[in-house]
């Protein structure tokens, strides 16, 4: 079935238009809170946010729909998405919601929702949210002495912070390490320097001063040129690139070279292989990671499991078939021993964990594999209409003959901009370029004719 307002990875919109509007909005906190409304006790949902302008908007017309049907509302202020989706447990409360479009600029904003297990919802749950969202509700809604009543909480950050530095082994500390931190000047930046400070790190925090329009805008995991400066000046051990809410982390080694998802999540998986803590006999990506780190697992006797591009898909494999390590190439990275979605700290800190348990420098542990070339380009579009021109799929079958089996080759609509993204790789670093622009072309020529 079509999704009207949820894609990806909840909804995303540019603020205060359709469809992050407040009153959409506050259709969503009536709806979801209709939907997971439980039992006779006082049903609450907790609420944070990231540091966009348009946080203060979303969150009240949130509070008037969730109040609306008698929950009552805990409000965190920034803080990471890690972090709503753990007080969502630690707090009982019936729903989490994080405000934030993650590493989009400030002028988009977004909906996450994680239900009481802290994991987020389901495509089933999403559609009979969005089902609820244009039904006339008003009959639902609770009695005036019923309404929900709504609170600011001061002080949980530090409960997110002390499960962080709980995830570190007892006798490993940061002492000895020079690290630069770019918060992005998003949702982690109070969080992320204050835990590594007090895991006994040299911390150098950039890009922590929030002003409501900053968030993302050449700084973060998106941009991390100013990372690399400064690990550069500073001479910095490593640098730890976070993304606006702070679920997706990059890494900059002490000689200024970018390491992804990928040889992130290949670090952890080695790691936890040979102390007999890797469960699933692998790991979970998307169709997404790079063909090399394929190759890496396997030479382990691991496996690559691949799904859809999303967090919230690679999560339900996790689930359903038993892996505790899992993520993208991006920087999302789940943990499932320690956390239910990608978490940019908690990640950070189990490659510090392992920098200081090899004592070698960040460019020898972690680099594990030569990526296979891989090109990535982007063409926006309204929708993903030109996939379905007999020309642009007969480009596309064309394409996969000549990079055969030793290449892939993945095209789809972005669930959260209006771009189609075509990615190939393989062994033939001039083939694949070919193949994607040839690709790309035919897309254009597709959209210039209709």
């Known amino acids: ?3 009207k307002y949820f ?3 909840g909804i995303r919109g540019k603020a205060n238009a359709y469809p992050m509007t407040p009153d959409i909005t506050m259709k969503v906190g009536m709806a979801v809170g209709l939907a997971f409304k439980r039992g006779n006790h006082r049903n609450r949902v907790v609420i944070g946010k990231d540091t966009r302008l348009s946080g203060y908007m979303i969150e009240n017309a949130l509070v008037a729909g969730f109040t609306s049907t008698g929950m009552d509302v805990f409000l965190l202020g920034p803080i990471p998405t890690p972090a709503v989706a753990m007080l969502c447990r630690s707090l009982r409360a019936d729903i989490g919601v994080m405000i934030s479009a993650s590493h989009n600029p400030y002028h988009d904003n977004g909906i996450k929702l994680f239900g009481p297990d802290g994991f987020k919802l389901s495509d089933d749950l999403e559609l009979e949210i969005e089902k609820m969202m244009d039904e006339d509700l008003s009959g639902r809604l609770s009695t ?4 929900g ?8 950050i530090y409960r997110y912070i002390e499960f962080a530095k709980r995830t ?3 006798n490993i500390s940061l002492s000895g390490l020079r690290i630069v931190v770019d918060c992005a000047n998003g949702a982690a930046y109070k969080v992320a320097p204050a835990a590594l400070w007090e895991l006994g790190a040299d911390v150098i925090t950039i890009n922590d001063k929030p002003n409501g329009t900053n968030i993302n805008e050449d700084c973060g995991s998106t941009h991390p040129l100013s990372l690399i400066k400064k690990v550069h000046e500073v001479r910095a051990d490593i640098g730890i690139a976070l993304d606006g809410d702070a679920d997706r982390v990059l890494i900059v080694d002490e ?3 970018i390491i992804d998802g990928d040889q992130l999540m290949a670090v952890i998986a080695q790691s936890w292989q040979e102390s007999d803590r890797l469960v699933g006999g692998g790991v979970v990506a998307t169709v997404m990671s790079n063909l090399g780190f394929e190759r890496f697992l396997g030479d382990r006797g691991l496996t690559l499991a691949r799904t859809n591009v999303g967090d919230r898909y690679v999560v339900e494999h996790m689930r359903n078939y038993g892996f505790n390590i899992g993520g ?3 920087g999302h990275i789940v943990l499932s021993d320690y956390s239910t979605t990608g978490d940019g700290l908690v990640s950070a800190l189990q490659i510090l964990a392992v920098v200081q348990e090899q004592g070698k420098p960040v460019s020898e542990v972690c680099r594990k594999f030569e990526p296979v070339p891989q090109v990535l380009k982007n063409i926006r579009t309204t929708g993903g209409e030109p996939l379905e021109d007999t020309k642009v799929k007969t480009a596309i079958d064309d ?4 990079l055969g089996k030793s290449g892939r080759l993945v095209i789809r609509p972005s669930g959260t901009e209006p771009l189609i993204r075509v990615m190939a790789e393989g062994d033939d670093s001039q083939l694949v370029d070919t193949v994607v622009n040839d690709i790309i072309s035919v897309i254009s020529s597709v959209k210039s004719a209709a």
């Open 7 to 9: 894609g990806t990875d």
């Open 149 to 156: 009543r709504a609170k600011r909480v001061d002080g949980d």
């Open 1 to 3: 079935m079509a999704r």
């Open 144 to 147: 005036s002495e019923d309404l």
């Open 255 to 257: 000689k200024g070279s």
């Open 399 to 402: 394409a996969r003959g000549r």
């Open 328 to 330: 993208e190439q991006s």
């Open 168 to 170: 570190m082994p007892k």
